[in-house]
């Protein structure tokens, strides 16, 4: 019922920029948040930004002052600004949709494929 389709995920150079791309289509009623999470080989996947239906944000400290969230209402459509990227921030980046779809009360999680990102020189 449910698909997120992410982009912009590659290969960039330690102080480059990226920006990731994440849009939710389907059997959707509403969306309460849209968010996106990272997970390096051999660690555990952990919050990247959130973006509430009402615009709140928030950012894990890692990425402070680097990354910005932002969404596209009518498009069903979360954006992450990633600006001086450093190496550690190489992983995989998952989207993720907390929403309710048409004929269900009930709020759930959706995920993306995820997509790699790769900071390197």
């Known amino acids: 019922q449910v698909h997120l389709v992410e982009s912009g995920g590659g290969l960039v150079q330690p102080g480059g920029s990226l920006r990731l791309s994440c849009a939710a289509s389907?059997?959707?009623?509403?969306?309460?948040?849209m968010g996106w999470y990272r997970q390096a080989p051999g660690k555990q996947r952990q919050l990247v930004a959130i973006?509430?239906?009402?615009?709140?944000?928030n950012y894990a400290d890692s990425i402070k002052d680097r990354f910005t969230i932002s969404r596209d209402n009518a498009k069903n459509t979360v954006y992450l600004q990633m600006n001086s990227l450093k190496p550690k921030d190489t992983g995989v980046y998952y989207c993720?949709?907390?929403?309710?779809?048409?004929?269900?009360?009930?709020?759930?999680?959706?995920w993306g494929q995820g997509t790699q990102v790769t900071v390197s020189s």
């Open positions: 973006i509430t239906s009402g615009g709140s944000t």
């Open positions: 993720n949709a907390r929403l309710r779809t048409t004929g269900w009360n009930s709020v759930y999680d959706y």
């Open positions: 389907g059997s959707i009623f509403s969306i309460d948040a």
